[in-house]
């Protein structure tokens, strides 16, 4: 069975410029999340879907991150326009249904200059 | 903001020695779980444990939860160099997760 996918692996944009993720997670998993991971720090939520909508989204930076997973399957995060604070790894991860075992991706690697 | 938060920040092991970190959280759940992340790669799910279960274990590790005091351990018996990993615990269905303990264990 394959895992999640994430693509790229890793982008280097200089700041104000935008730059796209793209997830595709495990086949039958309802529940897609997107996390951000700072060196040396737990991952933090951006945004939870349930199939196409997004049930929670409070922390995410409406400002300049936007998302979406069009058809309930793949997902793509959106940073315009990008800051140096913005450097971090950024995580996909599903689920078959929401609070259980979730499976990583792993990982976006951005490098803001 | 996270949920949950991992006891100590950083643990530093000989190879066979026990392992225990614990986590702290502030709100009700359903559900606690534990992730492991290898340097430079993927987080793994570790053991879920629900709100009704007390102790779970699953090879080495052993995790128990209490959830008057809302906190949970998880013990790494006869550890291994491959062990060395950073720990996060994950609350509640929008799965907040701590800081992590730093586990090194040294062959």
């Known amino acids: 069975e394959a895992g999640v996918v994430q693509s790229p692996r890793y982008k280097i944009i200089e700041k104000k410029q935008p730059v796209a993720f793209w997830c595709n997670p495990i086949s039958g998993h309802n529940t897609l999340y997107w996390y951000l991971q700072n060196l040396g720090q737990g991952p933090e939520l951006l945004i939870r879907y349930e199939n196409e909508e997004a049930v929670d989204d409070s922390q995410l930076p409406k400002d300049r991150f936007s998302a979406e997973r069009l058809k309930g399957v793949d997902s793509t995060l959106k940073i315009q326009p990008a800051e140096l604070g913005d450097s971090a790894v950024y995580l996909c991860?599903?689920?078959?249904?929401?609070?259980?075992?979730?499976?990583f991706g792993p990982g976006t690697r951005l490098t803001v200059t | 903001s996270q949920q949950g938060e991992e006891d100590p920040q950083a643990l530093s092991i000989q190879e066979g020695e026990n392992a225990t970190m614990n986590c702290s959280y502030k709100t009700s759940i359903n559900n606690l779980q534990w992730y492991r992340q290898n340097s430079g790669r993927g987080l793994v799910h570790l053991i879920l444990i629900r709100s009704n279960e007390r102790e779970k274990h699953s090879g080495r590790l052993r995790v128990t939860l209490d959830t008057s005091k809302k906190s949970s351990s998880l013990l790494i018996t006869a550890s291994r160099a491959a062990d060395t990993a950073s720990y996060f615990c994950?609350?509640?269905?929008?799965?907040?997760f701590g800081a992590g303990t730093r586990l090194t264990v040294k062959p």
């Open positions: 991860a599903s689920s078959v249904s929401t609070g259980v075992e979730q499976y």
């Open positions: 994950a609350t509640g269905e929008d799965m907040r």
